[in-house]
């Protein structure tokens, strides 16, 4: 009789522990509720997919070792979409575009009687230079680089296809526009330590400034790359 009745206490016990847990959880979850923010706090601007790999997420090419390699011919095909709004030959004339006989090198508005988008004359000020890495930029994504420019083509994302390309324009009436010396920083894994030096001081070493010292661009080819951008093979694919 009075075993049933201890045995009634530690179940009771028990049963009101239970119950005292439920309360304070249905209590405290009032007390504390989370609601979802309707809109979430750090919105970061992400990248559309056709930004991904996009010419700035990689080391620029190298100029002077890329276009004595590059293939003309398929460059001139790379320029049939450019076809259907300029011209390339030589005293050709406007389309929807500015001819473009000459341009590598050129002024940008290098055609007299074109009519140019305001965007294009604010770029002039800033750029007044179709230089290589210009036009790469330009080509790349238009709109980007020029925003508001009147040139309506979405832009040529396959690194290697640019490159062809714009060693075909400038086999059009730009020749005398010199070719650079192979930039060893623009070459991969230049980014990657100098014999001896620290790996911290690898860090600066990727700048884009091309001021890393040629030893260190040599020496990388032996190191590992570290975080460089990888080369242009790994880039996005054309959205032509
Ligand atoms: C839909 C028509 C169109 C297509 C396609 C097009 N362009 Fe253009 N392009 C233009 C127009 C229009 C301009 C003038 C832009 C402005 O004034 O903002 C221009 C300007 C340019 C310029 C600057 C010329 C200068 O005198 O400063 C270059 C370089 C150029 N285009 C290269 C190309 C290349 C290379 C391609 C092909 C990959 C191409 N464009 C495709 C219409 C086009």
Redesign the pocket.
């Given at each position: 009789m009075s075993g049933d009745l201890k045995w009634n206490k530690i179940f009771g016990a028990g049963l009101g522990t239970v119950f005292a847990i439920l309360v304070v959880q249905q209590v405290s979850g009032a007390i504390y509720a989370t609601h979802a923010p309707e809109k979430m706090g750090y919105l970061v601007n992400v990248p559309d997919e056709a930004d991904a790999g996009a010419a700035e997420a990689e080391l620029p090419p190298d100029w002077g070792t890329v276009l004595p390699a590059a293939d003309l011919a398929a460059g001139e095909a790379?320029?049939a979409?450019?076809q259907?709004?300029?011209n390339i030959a030589a005293g050709g004339p406007d389309g929807?575009?500015?001819n473009?006989y000459g341009?590598v090198g050129?002024?940008?508005?290098?055609?007299a009687g074109?009519a140019?988008?305001d965007?294009?004359a604010a770029h002039k000020a800033e750029a007044p230079t179709?230089g290589y890495d210009q036009?790469n930029t330009?080509?790349t994504a238009?709109n980007r680089y020029?925003p508001g420019?009147?040139?309506?083509?979405a832009g040529?994302r396959d690194t290697p296809t640019r490159i062809n390309?714009i060693a075909y324009?400038r086999s059009q009436g730009s020749t005398g526009f010199a070719i650079p010396a192979p930039d060893p920083a623009r070459q991969p894994g230049a980014a990657a330590p100098a014999e001896g030096a620290a790996p911290a001081d690898a860090a600066t070493a990727g700048t884009e400034s091309g001021a890393a010292p040629a030893e260190a661009a040599t020496g990388a080819a032996t190191t590992q790359t570290g975080d460089v951008a990888p080369p242009a093979a790994t880039s996005a694919p054309s959205n032509d």
């Open positions: 790379a320029f979409r450019c259907a709004c300029h929807i575009g500015p473009l341009v050129g002024p940008v508005m290098h055609r074109f140019y988008s965007a294009m179709w036009l330009f080509i238009p020029v420019t009147k040139m309506s083509f040529l390309l324009l």
